[in-house]
């Protein structure tokens, strides 16, 4: 038999869907891990320009601001990261029950900006991987 050499079909293998139908079950049936990611907050102008990144993965114990919807200019700390219903939880952010018990009301991390982290070393480790490539990437854009 002759070797046979095949050309590139000219399919390409990028699996990220324009269908809106397609993203919207992507976005609704993703794993945990890649929630994390999509449960990311912008950070406070402070934070922003000190770190000079603009969005990080939110955290329980992290310190956040309401920045949209009815609840704009609360501030709490994270008590809850709800992957499973991508809402986060915040202290003295409660509702009450007609029983008279208080339940938690659920803010979706890009409603909020952080102004605090809670720092442990994974995420210290993060913070200094993301402050190094954007001051790379500013420094090549200066030259």
Known sequence: MEDVEYAHSGFDFNH???SRRKCRKAH???PSHERRKIMSSTLCKELREK???RAIPIHKDDEVR???GSYKGREGRVVQVYRKKYVIHIDRLVREKA???TVPIGVHPSNVEVTKFKINKARQDLIDRKT???VRFLEAKQQ
């Open 99 to 101: 029983n008279g018990a």
């Open 66 to 68: 309401v920045i949209s």
């Open 28 to 30: 609704f049936t993703a």
């Open 16 to 18: 990220v869907s324009s």
């Open 51 to 53: 770190h000079k990144f």
């Open 132 to 134: 190094a490539g954007k």
